[in-house]
């Protein structure tokens, strides 16, 4: 049996057991993580798994089921048992359910990958992060740290609509930092973030980081901060560097339009949204400068695909435009509830999990202006860049984020290092500061998203460039 | 001899059958039948549920180690696990610090429920319709799981384990007016909850909630609920107790000294609450004092850390634990009077949801009644200052009184500071087993009044 025989046999089984819709997705995924630290090898691990997961519709009721066995019989199980909940989820029944129509998508994709990065030799790939962390340790890391991880994932998805979809994802990214630990205190610097980077790209894109060429300079500047002065407190101008701003637009941008969040099915959880649907199209989210796309298309970014975990197509779309809000990450269930006519935003993290609305690529158009240019343009304020902590509300409003370093900017040049710089505040009122935007967009990786329950994780993509924002509060203190 | 047992045993054969009598070879087989019905807009949204063999495999030939997991558990998927992860190991670099292997040591029986491991998705259907039915028409939302696992140990100093365990837990909101209420609890037994009581108690802390006012930042003396105070054992736990984080000077314990108050008894107890009764190493797990009347005693490892202290193993070893350490995953703040095993408190009407917490306020000249934390993040590992907000109520209490309720605060404070010595003025007598959201761990706490918690600013602004 292929694995499309096997997700048919699935949803055939489903609808003899009275779904009147029922999808099916059977995924492989093998996935490899190395670690390091001062120079040596602290963990090696090679995972494999595989299974299928059913989604069926009994009326307007879901139900899930997924096993690991991929034969006709566990499929036919698991198809069967994914209508039984359903029947068990109208004991407390909702609204009716529809699914704005995609149509019955065939199709193959598969991300771009020049140098697969599982077969690139463990050998080489230890002594890059053995080199890496020998070198950060040696100029005075306390604890100089790296790590790779790549997932290779191929997954047959089929509909009773017609979907019959196979997709082939291969991510990976890589990331260094360097620890100091003083006295009652740490403190730590990181490259390129401080997660690392990763896209959907083959092992080209770890190459192309050249760690071993900035291991030193963490180690050095993290020991700079032990001793550095106290970011200040108070109201300034603050300049993002573009990977925190990728973790602003993540927080307070690309969870507030989350469709499922909006309407309320996350509400015990994760949360809801400021952000009301009557509102779509003329609430002002930011200044003018503020262009933010949901964008699966971007070759090698970490949320890109051919087809959602839904089937349907990858495709661009606005989320605010000048300024104003226009768009939503969308599901088709949850697109119907809301009368919108498009979905393309549901993925899952396995096969053992239920799809559910996640970010894809959620990023902010690059501006006019190079970050030398914001600096040179800002008479007094304080430069931060990647971040180090994060916190927001559940409806996606209140935030403080801290950052590893923070440098002073004083009548158009970067100055002093600054300790332990955060800033805080509201998500509207902070985009709607934001005067000036750099062209320098780089397309972040975040792979660490977490959503649902149980509990699964996203891989998102973050086009984000520097930019400046006026009237923050710095400095918040514990 | 159960399923379980047979594929780790079969591995840790294929790895000396594939890489020599030599080759050290540790292998976990796990089954889990995990079920969730969640709900929101007051029905059932997400049912969902899957059951999954996992093996997991770690080994040590030629001074190398590697480790590898799968779900395809066939003959074949077994072999190319194996076979792989030999394959892994030569290619690694030497591995001077490997700890070698638990030895052959008897586990104690898991807590295992059949009712609650084979529960229906009617039975959890039911409980989440009467916590809607409780909720007097407020909107609710939230979840209604079952877990089962059943699991086994192997490894080739001779080892060989089983365990199982089953949980229930149910965890949800009421909402009336942009205002929630919560209630969660976590339990053995599926027959423990009662989904109309939590729905009455969600209901009742909503209501209470109403026309928050906004209060000053600054520093409050707080009553913490039980569900807030597990946030603090979650990042001690993480931050503070893991034997790695000890070891790189990156935690604030110090064995020996009196860091916290006299009333903080802290203990990590896989065996009387949930979980296998095995870590990742086949360590049995055991109870461990971590902190007694306030003095810090020691921390939690896996092989590898108490091999780097010069300890021994507590049984907290995790899959990825070279990475991230050795956690407390079922970490216990002992009640006031040991009264771990009580009845519990009754239940009260309003925002103070049983007797126990109400006992806490009656002390409070002014201070801050808090339900929840949210979205915490620590802004520095080491003094453990940490960040987030209040959420699912805030109350503020005036000469012993619950006055009014407040909106949502951010904070910034340190967790030991916060219960250091002469901070806590009260714990509660009765520990409340919960919930974690992402992994097998339990948290179990008494509510505590504390003298000073520093909120920074208030959420709306």
Same mark, same amino acid.
């Given at each position: 049996?292929? +694995?499309?025989?096997?997700?048919?046999?699935?949803?055939?089984?489903?609808?003899?057991?009275?779904?009147?819709?029922?999808?099916?997705?059977?995924?492989?995924?093998?996935?490899?993580?190395? *670690?390091?630290?001062?120079?040596?090898?602290?963990?090696?691990?090679?995972?494999?798994?595989?299974?299928?997961?059913?989604?069926?519709?009994?009326?307007? *009721?879901?139900?899930?089921?997924?096993?690991?066995?991929?034969?006709?019989?566990?499929?036919?199980?698991?198809?069967?048992?994914?209508?039984?909940?359903?029947?068990?989820?109208?004991?407390?029944?909702?609204?009716?359910?529809?699914?704005?129509? =995609?149509?019955?998508?065939?199709?193959?994709?598969?991300?771009?990958?020049?140098?697969?990065?599982?077969?690139?030799?463990?050998?080489?790939?230890?002594?890059?992060?053995? +080199?890496?962390?020998?070198?950060?340790?040696? +100029?005075?890391?306390?604890?100089?740290?790296?790590?790779?991880?790549?997932?290779?994932?191929?997954?047959?998805?089929?509909?009773?609509?017609?979907?019959?979809?196979?997709?082939?994802?291969?991510?990976?990214?890589?990331?260094?930092?360097?620890?100091?630990?003083?006295?009652?205190?740490?403190?730590?610097? *990181?490259?390129?973030?401080?997660?690392?980077?990763?896209?959907?790209?083959?092992?080209?894109?770890?190459?192309?980081?050249?760690?071993?060429?900035?291991?030193?300079?963490?180690?050095?500047?993290?020991?700079?901060?032990?001793?550095?002065?106290?970011?200040?407190?108070?109201?300034?101008?603050?300049?993002?560097?573009?990977?925190?701003?990728?973790?602003?637009?993540?927080?307070?941008?690309?969870?507030?339009?989350?469709?499922?969040?909006?309407?309320?099915?996350?509400?015990?959880?994760?949360?809801?949204?400021?952000?009301?649907?009557?509102?779509?199209?003329?609430?002002?989210?930011?200044?003018?400068?503020?262009?933010?796309?949901?964008?699966?298309?971007?070759?090698?970014?970490?949320?890109?695909?051919?087809?959602?975990?839904?089937?349907?197509?990858?495709?661009?779309?606005?989320?605010?435009?000048?300024?104003?809000?226009?768009?939503?990450?969308?599901?088709?269930?949850?697109?119907?509830?809301?009368?919108?006519?498009?979905?393309?935003?549901?993925?899952?993290?396995?096969?053992?999990?239920?799809?559910?609305?996640?970010?894809?690529?959620?990023?902010?158009?690059?501006?006019?202006?190079?970050?030398?240019?914001?600096?040179?343009?800002?008479?007094?304020?304080?430069?931060?860049?990647?971040?180090?902590?994060?916190?927001?509300?559940?409806?996606?409003?209140?935030?403080?984020?801290?950052?590893?370093?923070?440098?002073?900017?004083?009548?158009?040049?970067?100055?002093?290092?600054?300790?332990?710089?955060?800033? =805080?505040?509201?998500?509207?009122?902070?985009?709607?500061?934001?005067?000036?935007?750099?062209?320098?967009?780089?397309?972040?990786?975040?792979?660490?998203?977490?959503?649902?329950?149980?509990?699964?994780?996203?891989?998102?993509? +973050?086009?984000?460039?520097?930019?400046?924002?006026?009237?923050?509060?710095?400095?918040?203190?514990? | 001899?159960?399923?379980?047992?047979?594929?780790?045993?079969?591995?840790?054969?294929?790895?000396?059958?594939?890489?020599?009598?030599?080759?050290?070879?540790?292998?976990?087989?796990?089954?889990? %039948?995990?079920?969730?019905?969640?709900?929101?807009?007051?029905?059932?949204?997400?049912?969902?549920?899957?059951?999954?063999?996992?093996?997991?495999?770690?080994?040590?030939?030629?001074?190398?180690?590697?480790?590898?997991?799968?779900?395809?558990?066939? %003959?074949?998927?077994?072999?190319?696990?194996?076979?792989?992860?030999?394959?892994?190991?030569?290619?690694?670099?030497?591995?001077?610090?490997?700890?070698?292997?638990?030895?052959?040591?008897?586990?104690?029986?898991?807590?295992? %429920?059949? $009712?609650?491991?084979?529960?229906?998705?009617?039975?959890?259907?039911?409980?989440?319709?009467?916590?809607?039915?409780?909720?007097?028409?407020?909107?609710? $939302?939230?979840?209604?799981?079952?877990?089962?696992?059943?699991?086994?140990?192997?490894?080739?100093?001779?080892?060989?384990?089983?365990?199982?365990?089953?949980?229930? $837990?149910?965890?949800?909101?009421?909402?009336?007016?942009?205002?929630?209420?919560?209630?969660?609890?976590?339990?053995?037994?599926?027959?423990?909850?009662?989904?109309?009581?939590?729905?009455?108690?969600?209901?009742?802390?909503?209501?209470? #909630?109403?026309?928050?006012?906004?209060?000053?930042?600054?520093?409050?003396?707080?009553?913490?609920?039980?569900?807030?105070?597990?946030?603090?054992?979650?990042?001690?736990?993480?931050?503070? !107790?893991?034997?790695?984080?000890?070891?790189?000077?990156?935690?604030?314990?110090?064995? &020996?000294?009196?860091? !916290? %108050?006299?009333?903080?008894?802290?203990?990590?107890?896989?065996?009387?609450?949930?979980?296998?009764?095995?870590?990742?190493?086949?360590?049995?797990?055991?109870?461990?004092?971590?902190?007694?009347? &306030?003095?810090?005693?020691?921390?939690?490892?896996?092989?590898?850390?108490?091999?780097?202290? &010069?300890?021994?193993?507590?049984?907290?070893?995790?899959?990825?634990?070279?990475?991230? #350490?050795?956690?407390?995953?079922?970490?216990?703040?002992?009640?006031?009077?040991?009264?771990?095993?009580?009845?519990?408190?009754?239940?009260?009407?309003?925002?103070?949801?049983?007797?126990?917490?109400?006992?806490?306020?009656?002390?409070?000249?002014?201070?801050?009644?808090?339900?929840? !934390?949210?979205?915490?993040?620590?802004?520095?590992?080491?003094?453990?200052?940490?960040?987030?907000?209040?959420?699912?109520?805030?109350?503020?209490?005036?000469? #012993?009184?619950?006055?009014?309720?407040?909106?949502?605060?951010?904070?910034?404070?340190?967790?030991?500071?916060?219960?250091?010595?002469?901070?806590?003025?009260?714990?509660?007598?009765?520990?409340?087993?919960?919930?974690?959201?992402?992994?097998?761990?339990?948290?179990? $706490?008494?509510?505590?009044?504390?003298?000073?918690?520093?909120?920074?600013?208030?959420?709306?602004?």
């Amino acid at each position: 049996m292929t +694995h499309f025989d096997v997700a048919t046999a699935a949803v055939q089984a489903a609808l003899d057991a009275g779904a009147r819709y029922a999808d099916a997705r059977v995924m492989h995924r093998r996935y490899e993580s190395m *670690s390091a630290r001062n120079g040596e090898i602290e963990q090696l691990t090679q995972d494999e798994d595989a299974g299928i997961g059913v989604r069926a519709l009994v009326g307007s *009721s879901w139900g899930f089921f997924a096993v690991p066995e991929l034969s006709d019989a566990a499929a036919r199980a698991a198809g069967t048992r994914a209508a039984r909940i359903a029947t068990a989820s109208a004991r407390v029944p909702g609204p009716a359910v529809d699914l704005v129509p =995609t149509g019955g998508q065939s199709g193959t994709w598969a991300s771009a990958c020049e140098a697969d990065p599982l077969s690139v030799a463990l050998a080489d790939k230890g002594d890059l992060l053995v +080199h890496a962390t020998k070198l950060s340790h040696e +100029h005075g890391a306390d604890l100089a740290e790296g790590r790779y991880q790549i997932w290779d994932t191929s997954k047959w998805f089929v509909s009773s609509e017609g979907h019959r979809i196979d997709q082939r994802i291969r991510e990976c990214g890589a990331g260094i930092s360097a620890t100091v630990i003083g006295d009652g205190e740490t403190q730590r610097r *990181s490259y390129p973030s401080y997660r690392g980077q990763y896209g959907t790209s083959g092992w080209e894109l770890i190459d192309s980081l050249d760690l071993g060429a900035h291991a030193a300079r963490i180690a050095e500047e993290a020991r700079e901060l032990l001793t550095a002065p106290m970011c200040p407190s108070g109201e300034t101008t603050l300049i993002l560097g573009g990977e925190q701003l990728a973790l602003q637009i993540h927080e307070s941008v690309g969870h507030a339009i989350e469709l499922d969040r909006i309407l309320g099915w996350e509400a015990a959880f994760a949360g809801t949204s400021w952000l009301d649907l009557n509102q779509l199209g003329s609430l002002r989210y930011g200044s003018e400068l503020m262009n933010i796309t949901i964008d699966p298309t971007i070759p090698g970014a970490l949320g890109s695909f051919g087809f959602d975990d839904e089937g349907t197509p990858a495709a661009k779309r606005d989320a605010v435009r000048e300024g104003r809000w226009v768009g939503v990450l969308a599901g088709r269930d949850s697109a119907a509830v809301a009368g919108l006519d498009y979905a393309g935003s549901v993925r899952s993290d396995g096969w053992s999990r239920l799809p559910m609305v996640r970010m894809t690529n959620v990023g902010l158009e690059p501006g006019p202006h190079s970050l030398d240019e914001i600096i040179d343009a800002t008479d007094d304020g304080i430069l931060m860049d990647i971040n180090r902590s994060w916190s927001i509300d559940d409806k996606r409003l209140n935030f403080q984020f801290g950052c590893e370093v923070g440098w002073e900017v004083k009548n158009g040049r970067r100055g002093r290092m600054l300790r332990n710089p955060t800033y =805080t505040g509201i998500g509207p009122q902070f985009w709607r500061s934001m005067d000036m935007l750099s062209g320098e967009s780089i397309a972040w990786g975040t792979p660490n998203c977490g959503k649902g329950q149980p509990g699964q994780i996203g891989h998102t993509g +973050h086009p984000a460039a520097p930019a400046r924002f006026t009237n923050v509060r710095v400095g918040v203190r514990g | 001899m159960s399923r379980e047992l047979d594929l780790a045993g079969r591995v840790v054969e294929l790895v000396r059958e594939i890489a020599g009598p030599e080759a050290e070879a540790e292998a976990a087989a796990t089954y889990t %039948d995990r079920a969730l019905t969640r709900f929101a807009n007051s029905s059932i949204h997400q049912n969902v549920a899957d059951e999954t063999t996992g093996l997991r495999l770690r080994l040590h030939v030629d001074g190398r180690t590697a480790a590898g997991s799968s779900t395809v558990v066939t %003959d074949e998927g077994l072999r190319v696990l194996v076979e792989r992860t030999v394959a892994a190991a030569r290619l690694c670099p030497p591995d001077p610090a490997w700890p070698g292997l638990a030895p052959a040591s008897p586990v104690a029986p898991g807590n295992w %429920d059949s $009712a609650t491991a084979h529960a229906s998705p009617d039975e959890r259907a039911d409980r989440v319709r009467a916590f809607v039915d409780a909720a007097g028409g407020l909107e609710t $939302a939230g979840y209604c799981r079952t877990v089962n696992w059943a699991g086994a140990f192997a490894n080739s100093a001779g080892q060989a384990v089983t365990g199982r365990s089953a949980e229930a $837990a149910m965890d949800g909101i009421a909402r009336t007016g942009g205002i929630d209420g919560v209630a969660r609890r976590n339990t053995g037994r599926l027959s423990d909850l009662d989904g109309a009581v939590l729905g009455a108690r969600a209901a009742a802390k909503a209501r209470a #909630g109403a026309a928050p006012i906004e209060l000053a930042p600054g520093r409050y003396e707080v009553v913490l609920e039980p569900t807030a105070v597990v946030d603090i054992l979650q990042n001690l736990a993480i931050f503070g !107790f893991n034997g790695k984080a000890y070891n790189e000077r990156r935690s604030f314990a110090e064995p &020996g000294v009196a860091q !916290f %108050d006299p009333a903080i008894t802290l203990v990590d107890d896989a065996l009387d609450t949930l979980g296998l009764p095995y870590d990742t190493e086949g360590t049995p797990k055991r109870r461990v004092a971590l902190v007694e009347r &306030g003095v810090t005693r020691t921390v939690t490892h896996d092989r590898r850390t108490a091999a780097e202290a &010069g300890a021994t193993s507590t049984g907290h070893a995790l899959a990825g634990g070279p990475s991230f #350490g050795a956690v407390p995953t079922n970490l216990r703040l002992l009640p006031d009077g040991q009264d771990e095993n009580g009845s519990g408190p009754t239940e009260v009407a309003g925002p103070v949801v049983d007797s126990d917490t109400a006992a806490l306020i009656v002390g409070v000249r002014r201070g801050l009644l808090v339900t929840d !934390f949210w979205y915490t993040r620590v802004l520095d590992p080491k003094s453990l200052v940490v960040t987030g907000l209040t959420r699912n109520g805030v109350w503020l209490v005036e000469d #012993g009184e619950v006055t009014t309720a407040v909106r949502n605060f951010r904070f910034t404070q340190s967790y030991p500071q916060a219960l250091a010595p002469g901070g806590v003025l009260g714990v509660g007598r009765y520990a409340s087993l919960l919930p974690d959201s992402w992994d097998a761990s339990w948290w179990s $706490a008494p509510a505590l009044r504390l003298a000073s918690w520093n909120f920074t600013g208030g959420a709306s602004g």
